[in-house]
């Protein structure tokens, strides 16, 4: 728990955010500025500010967030359409908050690109 990261406070219940689901180690948070009709935002509980600062012993959130992203895109309706999931890292990466989160994107055609 960082005293001053947003995704902390929201994940503690301190913050209020729209949470989708939650487990002890992982939650889904939809985003306040949706880039597509689904834009969610999958995290661990934990404090991990990036894919930079993860440990052999964080590996295993890795692979529960997307198992969430999994679950949160059947129940949102477009695990059939297809989507997208996204992590950012650091400033080149475009990553604005420091706590590690999956951008789960979907519900409309998403551009080819890269950046
Ligand atoms: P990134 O640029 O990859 O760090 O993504 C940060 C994302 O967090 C952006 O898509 C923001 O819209 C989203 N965001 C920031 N603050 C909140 C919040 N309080 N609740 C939900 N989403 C947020
Ligand atoms: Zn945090």
Redesign the pocket.
């Given at each position: 728990m960082s005293e001053t990261c947003?995704f902390c406070k929201?994940a503690s219940g301190e913050v209020k955010?729209e949470i989708l689901e939650m487990d002890e180690e992982v939650v889904a948070?939809r985003?306040?500025?949706p880039q597509a009709p689904v834009h969610v935002?999958v995290m661990p509980v934990k404090h991990i500010e990036s894919v930079a600062a993860l440990t052999e012993g964080d590996a295993h959130v890795l692979g529960r967030m997307a198992l969430m992203a999994q679950r949160v895109a059947r129940r949102e309706g477009v695990a059939e359409s297809g989507y997208r999931l996204v992590v950012?890292q650091g400033e080149h990466g475009?990553?604005?908050?420091a706590h590690l989160?999956m951008?789960l994107l979907g519900g409309r055609q998403l551009r080819g690109g890269m950046g």
């Open positions: 947003i929201i955010g948070l985003d306040i500025h935002l950012n475009g990553q604005t908050v989160h951008h």
